[in-house]
């Protein structure tokens, strides 16, 4: 297996020096109370060092987000006319007075332009500095959280000020009160009964789809494989063909790991054909890529192995991004507070050439986000689909927030201080400008009961969108969880696929998965196949599939009208005809939507 050398991005910055300079007079910009869950543990240490990521104004994004809506249009006249990385940054750069602003605050802090770091576009300015210093200058205090269920701590503030006349020239600065976490998606793990080789599963007995149209070995309702979802979803009979101009990405964080003995077991086991290629691993901001069979990540393989498998030959890439976050409270030695969306998407963003698809089976709670973090970050995977990749993220494994059905015991409660139930949107789920997969199970398919699926809090429904969730939101009977949920909010997944019982190989072992965080790169890989058939026919990839899968209103996937998916004391919604807030609008048909994309 090749690694990729180490890349490091607005992150490994010279320590900007001390100085008890004093600006203007500071006026409270951000106040949030403190999340659900996050208690405070104390003062940080005045010696830490965190990485202050200022971010300007993109006074032109209004034009990009035009120009995406036009691209991603299959009608429109410009579908597939994609920007490329310069005309991406042109249009989020800031005017070239807020750059002199923020420098010119700076300099007055007595850091130099020559401790910062810069984006490529220039909307984000990076610079290390010590707690003592980012204390001072945006007039707080930064004390250590710990999360009360998972343990995670940070180190963050309830609020920050900053001089009035930075208004119009700083949008936020982060990390100060986004308590979110790259989380992983509540991935399920049983090792047995699981069969010791796919070999020994029965192909002899079938299952008909009479919906599908198609045939499936019946051991597919048990143990899920590369070829039953193949054969579910009817793509059994196609090679990639431009396996040369097409490529397929996984993200992996908090020290997940994707090994490579587990792969070459996993293609043993499944794939023989692939079991002597390589996977190529791209470290950013200090991510590791430890092959250590112990220390394989559960999440990477399963994203890793059915990715790839389904995609096969399609060249992979596994990206390993660091910024844990753990603090400890009695060690002064300066450790990684970053949060990963941002420190991912500034390493890609600044590369030439992209993946056509990248999966991600990550996620926390949106309310665990200020709003302004998550519209930042949601323009960020918007610069992405203007260049022609399409963004997979799981719809997290909670039904409408935490996978209770029962009023005495769920969690979904408001960061308001009233202790309202509501339910728990998912972020970056809730980003109108990445594609959503929830999950199903068995076969014939009905929506597996931990499928996340709702309506955002921060995000307005999209235009593409409005026909079918106004469809479904009609079909409640009136008053259906008044005041739980926000009916005008981007809703989601809008797809769907297999989520169980999926067959991979960890640390040495095959074991069974369950999880979005298995439906998600399943899904990927199948989009990776229509790339390749789309760019073997002299079309472009499909870049941000929403406005295309909204069109399609349906066809080319196989409706899921069975199943829920409860949470927050509620039976949460159910899968219904047409698009829902379970399985979106279904599972894939792999070779109806590719008729149907080869005539776009």
Request: aromatic fraction near 12%; charge should be neutral; include cysteine.
């Amino acid at each position: 297996m090749r690694v990729l050398p180490l890349f490091r991005f607005l992150f490994a910055l010279p320590l900007a020096c001390r100085s008890s300079a004093v600006p203007g007079a500071l006026r409270l910009r951000q106040k949030i109370a403190p999340p659900c869950s996050w208690v405070d543990q104390g003062r940080a240490s005045p010696t830490h060092v965190i990485p202050l990521r200022i971010a300007l104004p993109q006074p032109r994004f209004l034009e990009l987000e035009q120009h995406l809506a036009e691209i991603s249009d299959p009608f429109h006249a410009r579908y597939g006319d994609y920007l490329s990385k310069e005309d991406v940054e042109a249009l989020v750069a800031p005017h070239a007075s807020s750059v002199d602003a923020v420098y010119q605050w700076l300099a007055t802090h007595g850091i130099q332009r020559e401790a910062c770091r810069q984006s490529p576009a220039g909307d984000w300015v990076s610079v290390q500095i010590h707690i003592a210093q980012a204390e001072r200058m945006l007039g707080t205090e930064f004390h250590v959280w710990k999360h009360t269920q998972h343990g995670d701590v940070l180190v963050r503030t309830t609020e920050y000020s900053l001089p009035a006349y930075l208004d119009e020239h700083i949008e936020l600065i982060q990390p100060t009160t986004a308590f979110n976490r790259a989380k992983r998606q509540r991935t399920t793990f049983r090792f047995s009964p699981v069969p010791e080789t796919s070999t020994s599963l029965s192909h002899d007995a079938k299952i008909t789809a009479p919906d599908y149209g198609v045939t499936v070995d019946a051991s597919c309702n048990t143990t899920i494989t590369v070829s039953c979802l193949k054969q579910l979803y009817n793509a059994v009979n196609y090679v990639p063909y431009k396996t040369n101009k097409n490529a397929i990405a996984i993200t992996g964080y908090l020290e997940e790991f994707a090994n490579f003995d587990d792969l070459k077991l996993f293609y043993a086991d499944q794939l023989p054909a692939a079991v002597n290629t390589s996977l190529d691993v791209v470290l950013i901001n200090g991510g590791l890529n430890n092959q250590t069979l112990s220390q394989a990540g559960g999440e990477a393989d399963l994203d890793v192995q059915f990715a790839l498998g389904i995609s096969f030959p399609t060249p992979g890439t596994f990206y390993s991004t660091g910024g844990r976050p753990p603090f400890i409270s009695d060690l002064n030695t300066p450790i990684n507070t970053n949060e990963p969306y941002t420190e991912w998407l500034g390493f890609i963003l600044a590369q030439q050439k992209l993946p056509q698809t990248i999966s991600t089976s990550y996620g926390d709670d949106e309310r665990t986000v200020p709003v302004d973090f998550a519209r930042r970050v949601c323009k960020g995977f918007a610069q992405l689909g203007a260049r022609g990749t399409s963004l997979l993220f799981s719809s997290g494994d909670g039904g409408v927030g935490d996978g209770d059905p029962n009023p005495a015991t769920h969690v979904c409660y408001t960061n308001n201080r009233k202790n309202e139930t509501r339910f728990m949107p998912s972020f970056p789920a809730s980003c109108p400008f990445v594609t959503v997969v929830g999950g199903t199970t068995h076969i014939p398919e009905v929506a597996v009961d931990f499928s996340g699926g709702g309506f955002s809090d921060f995000f307005p429904r999209p235009e593409w969108q409005n026909a079918a969730v106004t469809k479904f939101l009609k079909s409640l009977s009136r008053g259906t969880y008044s005041g739980l949920f926000n009916p005008n909010g981007r809703a989601y997944p809008d797809v769907s696929a297999q989520a169980s019982n999926f067959r991979v190989f960890f640390r040495g072992v095959p074991a069974s998965l369950y999880g979005t965080s298995a439906s998600t790169p399943s899904f990927a890989g199948f989009v990776a196949l229509l790339n390749d058939a789309r760019i073997a026919a002299g079309k472009r990839s499909l870049g941000f599939l929403n406005p295309l899968i909204y069109a399609l209103n349906g066809r080319g996937f196989n409706d899921i009208t069975s199943g829920n998916a409860p949470g927050c004391g509620t039976p949460g919604f159910n899968a219904t005809v047409g698009w829902d807030p379970v399985t979106g609008f279904g599972t894939p048909n792999f070779e109806k939507l590719k008729e149907i994309v080869l005539k776009f």
